[in-house]
């Protein structure tokens, strides 16, 4: 356990990522169908600790029940245990007990929201309140049919987090499918955090003032374990538990968020407006056409971008004071020529992908895998490699080639 004094630099940079699905329980049981089989919640741990280098972990479907079976036999036969201060350890990574809830307003179109307990007692007794306003309560980001107001009131009432999921994607994001303002909809003084999604970043959230109050997170969304990690936080925290990371985003004691790691939004599926019939990404031109500039077509999906412009109450973004700076990296998978293999020689170099980006001089990984990969890492890292937008609900592309 790392000490627990509330000076700064108590924790040498804890990387979190806090929206990872269950594919699979031990057993077989489908919970996010789209999610990979090995997806299961022993397995996520495993890989986030071994392999990414990431010490606080959100599973975001622990309402289940038959999750809940696999959690309560790791605890008891000790391959796991619950952290006083809230958590579930193994090893040096701690992961926290969340749910993903899809909900709708009437006139509107449903969101997605993530709510985070502090232990598997608490996360049962939402479950049991939850499953009476569903259909199937062992699924993955299942509608529940009550207000959000009332969602809202369950979670606080048994110290849960509150976080809006991937907030503008046009895929059940609360800006991008529901409301231009989440105060239409939810009582923001309840909002503890706001997930950004892969198609956004801070800077363009800072369009909407009622996010001004709101500390961001970004996240994977993982529906498979090599995406864990894809997106990430990190924290300046004690140690990785449910209290430290609620102080973290309440800024207190010290702690807080130091970094967010994301995607450049250019990569992300739904970064701009495409059409529906040619498949056309509109880039830089064409931004505000009601037709498509290359068929004529009107059925045009609108991106992130696009929709963030669309909703905005300023002229230009307004970045506040606390807000941490938003790190564009590209993630390892995403480098040209970077394949398993080479991966696997990286992390048996240097232990975990976090090492990899973070810890490790262009010189030693060149010695593993040669120059031109060490390069491109590095340059990955800083936001260096050339991108193409994405759109569509298809990632942008990285060229392999270095911008300055
Ligand atoms: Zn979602
Ligand atoms: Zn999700």
């Known amino acids: 356990m790392a000490d627990q004094q509330t000076t700064s630099n108590t924790w040498d940079s804890c990387y979190a990522d806090l929206h990872i699905h269950i594919g699979r329980t031990s057993r077989g049981e489908a919970v996010k169908i789209s999610g990979s089989r090995d997806l299961t919640f022993e397995n996520i741990a ?32 000790g391959t796991m245990s619950e952290l006083e201060d809230g958590g579930i350890a193994y090893q040096d990574t701690t992961i926290l007990l969340g749910t993903e809830i899809e909900l709708r307003e009437p006139e509107m179109r449903e969101y997605h929201m993530l709510a985070y307990f502090r232990d598997l007692k608490t996360m049962k007794s939402f479950t049991e309140w939850m499953e009476r306003y569903m259909k199937n309560v062992n699924l993955s980001s299942q509608r529940v049919y009550v207000s959000s107001l009332e969602m809202q009131a369950e979670i606080k009432a048994r110290g849960g ?36 999604g892969l198609s956004s970043d801070s800077s363009m959230a800072s369009y909407i003032q009622e996010l001004d109050q709101l500390p961001f997170l970004t996240n994977s969304d993982a529906h498979s374990l090599g995406k864990i990690g894809r997106e990430y936080n990190e924290l300046q925290i004690a140690h990785p538990s449910f209290d430290e990371f609620s102080m ?6 010290g702690r807080n968020i130091k970094a967010n790691y994301g995607l450049n939004p250019r990569l992300g599926k739904y970064h701009r407006t495409y059409c529906a019939a040619c498949g056309s990404i509109m880039d830089e031109q064409a931004m505000s056409a009601e037709r498509c500039p290359y068929c004529g077509s009107t059925k045009l999906v609108q991106g992130v971008l696009d929709r963030i412009l669309a909703i905005a109450d300023r002229e230009s973004p307004h970045v506040p004071e606390f807000r941490p700076p938003y790190h564009y990296q590209v993630p390892l998978e995403f480098i040209p020529g970077l394949g398993k293999a080479k991966l696997r ?6 232990g975990t992908e976090m090492n990899v980006l973070h810890r490790t001089s262009e010189e030693e990984l060149a010695s593993v895998v040669g120059p031109v990969l060490a390069s491109l890492i590095v340059a990955a890292r ?22 300055d």
Do not use: W
């Open 46 to 77: 495993r890989e986030a600790s071994e392999r990414k280098g990431i010490q606080l972990l959100g599973v975001i479907d622990c309402h289940s029940p038959v999750v809940q079976m696999d959690i309560e036999q790791l605890l008891e036969n």
């Open 161 to 196: 987090l509150i976080v809006p999921a991937h907030a503008f994607t046009p895929h059940k994001g609360i800006y991008g499918s529901t409301a231009p303002r989440m105060a239409d909809v939810l009582d923001t003084s309840l909002i503890d955090a706001v997930e950004l």
């Open 248 to 253: 973290a985003l309440k800024g207190e004691a």
């Open 345 to 350: 020689q990286l992390l048996e170099h240097f």
């Open 382 to 403: 800083n936001g260096r490699l050339e991108l193409s937008s994405g759109g569509g609900g298809t990632y942008g592309k990285v060229s392999g080639k270095e911008t």
